[in-house]
T-cell receptor, first 113, second 115 residues
Framework: GNSVTQMEGPVTLSEEAFLTINCTYT??????LFWYVQYPGEGLQLLLK?????DKGSNKGFEATYRKETTSFHLEKGSVQVSDSAVYFC????????????FGDGTTLTVKP | EAGVVQSPRYKIIEKKQPVAFWCNPI?????LYWYLQNLGQGPELLIR????????DSQLPKDRFSAERLKGVDSTLKIQPAELGDSAVYLC?????????????FGPGTRLTVL
């Protein structure tokens, strides 16, 4: 079956540091890939997405590139802020399985001033 | 537009008691999902509806869990009887076929504690 593996956390960074959260996946076919973010006390919300190989999703300074050859979708940000502290989930949606989604276990990011 | 609404936000019950969660999706969204999220893990799908029809309930423990989506709008997830291991956050999400491929909109969740 499909699976998503995320870099284990928690991750603690100082403000303005560079962020990378690794994500690799296993899937049949050509899934769409997503990063969701969950702030304390809130539901998951979409951060960015990519629907085909070599696509780059970007939002709020975050970026991730769909790498089919390495089955990866790593999340990056050049300069994190305290407000970026949250849990980040990598996910895939398998269109060959009627859009069934699989989520990683999440990576907790804490940014200190 | 209003987001996905869930209630209650928190629920504490004793084991063997019944419990129900309610979800109202974003208006116009025909697909509704119920997920289970254990502490430190990602959401795991329990059931997915397309309008009124449950199209994927393979992960729903049918001996104690049930769900319904009458009229294809809001939905209720029930557990009867609850067990200690059911303590978790229950998430509802919705999506529209016309939107981003596979993107889902999540509610804040219901945190269930079974004592």
């Amino acid at each position: 079956g499909n699976s998503v593996t995320q870099m284990e956390g928690p991750v603690t960074l100082s403000e303005e540091a560079f962020l990378t959260i690794n994500c690799t996946y296993t899937a049949t076919g050509y899934p769409s890939l997503f990063w969701y973010v969950q702030y304390p006390g809130e539901g998951l919300q979409l951060l960015l997405k990519a629907t085909k190989a070599d696509d780059k999703g970007s939002n709020k300074g975050f970026e991730a590139t769909y790498r089919k050859e390495t089955t990866s979708f790593h999340l990056e940000k050049g300069s994190v802020q305290v407000s970026d502290s949250a849990v980040y989930f990598c996910a895939l949606s398998d269109q060959s399985r009627a859009g069934k989604s699989t989520f990683g276990d999440g990576t907790t990011l804490t940014v200190k001033p | 537009e209003a987001g996905v609404v869930q209630s209650p936000r928190y629920k504490i019950i004793e084991k063997k008691q019944p419990v129900a969660f309610w979800c109202n999706p974003i208006s116009g969204h025909n697909t509704l999902y119920w997920y289970l999220q254990n502490l430190g893990q990602g959401p795991e799908l329990l059931i997915r509806y397309e309008n009124e029809e449950a199209v994927d309930d393979s992960q729903l423990p049918k001996d104690r869990f049930s769900a319904e989506r009458l009229k294809g709008v809001d939905s209720t997830l029930k557990i009867q009887p609850a067990e200690l291991g059911d303590s978790a956050v229950y998430l509802c999400a919705s999506s529209s076929k016309g939107q981003y491929q596979g993107e889902q909109f999540f509610g804040p969740g219901t945190r269930l504690t079974v004592l």
